[in-house]
Nanobody, 123 residues
């Protein structure tokens, strides 16, 4: 299974970006997530959406600003990011797992990862 993330870039604080991640398999049963890693920090959970029932989860710092969604007809997961802050800067990774049914914030539970896309928010 391969994941291809895109959509990162440089944006001013307060701006918006939309990340996309295309999965090489049918995604309807997959849990799909986004994680990020800032320079010198560990990878952290950002958002996830479960398979079939499409329940969403967010880390507290992005609630109300980021929206995760999925289009299983296109095998794609999106992360719409609004009101971006400098602390949102980092490499954003998409992740997928066909069996995950909980604990979506735990990176170790995802089997498949994309290559990452850089998001830089200037102040």
């Amino acid at each position: 299974v391969q994941l291809q993330a895109s959509g990162g870039g440089l944006v001013q604080a307060g701006g918006s970006l939309r990340l996309s991640c295309v999965v090489s398999e049918r995604t309807v049963y997959y849990a799909l997530g986004w994680f990020r890693q800032a320079p010198g920090k560990e990878r952290e959970f950002v958002a996830a959406i479960s398979g079939v029932d499409t329940i969403t989860n967010y880390t507290e710092s992005v609630k109300g600003r980021f929206t995760i969604s999925r289009d299983d007809a296109k095998n794609t997961v999106y992360l719409q990011m609004r009101s971006l802050k400098p602390e949102d800067t980092g490499v954003y990774y998409c992740a997928a797992d066909p069996r995950l049914r909980g604990s979506y914030h735990l990176a170790d539970l995802y089997d498949y990862w994309g290559q990452g896309t850089q998001v830089t928010v200037s102040s």
